[in-house]
């Protein structure tokens, strides 16, 4: 089975840090993706990721940076949390034809106070 | 760019009886289409999808889902829900390039 892991299931972080949101895919992957999740408002893009070191922005980039360094890590990064952006936020991974579905993690709920 | 709409935000019903969640999307391309379903406190997991052939999808849990081109439509349908399918399905849209949009979201609430 496919297994996308997100480091962390809760963070609760000050406003002004630095927030780093880790994922790591098992299944070679090509794509990966970052969402956040708000009532009422579904699904939003953040960033994806097509291979190491590409990146392209979603639709909501702003306050938001990525990192893929290696094939299977793809890192969400706040560079100073700001409470609207408490949320929840997904990471999902896919192969890369167009055919195939998206995995997900679980969620990691982010809370800044 | 390809976007969907999720038509109702919440939908209750009532145990064994019939549903359908209705997602219409835009692209001017062709595309691919999915539905995910959310369980509390989890992530989204797939239930079905279009990819092409036909218009008719099966998916888990008893859940299918029919394509219609002409009405830009991806209606999900059970035809008796259990109390353990209340969670919130998300309609998803992928065409060739690499990024996948979704809907709002709609929260299903069975009840006994």
């Known amino acids: 089975d496919v297994k996308v892991t997100q480091s962390s299931r809760y963070l609760v972080k000050r406003t002004g840090e630095k927030v780093f949101l880790e994922c790591v895919q098992d299944?070679?992957?090509?794509?990966m993706f970052w969402y956040r999740q708000d009532p009422g408002l579904g699904l939003r893009l953040i960033y994806f990721s097509y291979d190491v070191k590409m990146k392209e922005k979603g639709d909501i980039p702003e306050g938001y940076s990525v990192s893929r360094e290696k094939k299977e890590r793809f890192s969400l990064i706040l560079e100073s949390a700001s409470t609207n952006q408490t949320s929840m936020y997904l990471c999902?991974?896919?192969?890369?034809?167009?055919?195939?579905?998206?995995?997900f993690g679980q969620g990691t709920r982010l809370t800044v106070v | 760019a390809q976007s969907v709409t999720q038509l109702d935000s919440q939908v209750p019903v009532f145990e064994e009886a019939p549903v359908e969640l209705r997602c219409n999307y835009s692209?001017?391309?062709?595309?691919?289409l999915f539905w995910y379903v959310q369980y509390p406190n989890q992530g989204l997991q797939l239930l079905l999808k279009y990819l092409s052939g036909s218009t008719l999808v099966k998916g888990i849990n008893g859940f299918e889902a029919e394509f219609n081109k002409s009405q830009t439509s991806f209606h999900l349908r059970k035809p008796s829900v259990h109390i353990s399918d209340t969670a919130e399905y998300f309609c998803a849209v992928r065409s060739n390039n690499n990024d996948m949009r979704f809907g709002a979201g709609t929260r299903l609430t069975v009840k006994p």
């Open positions: 999902a991974s896919r192969r890369l034809r167009a055919n195939t579905e998206a995995f």
């Open positions: 299944m070679d992957h090509e794509n």
């Open positions: 692209s001017s391309v062709s595309v691919y």
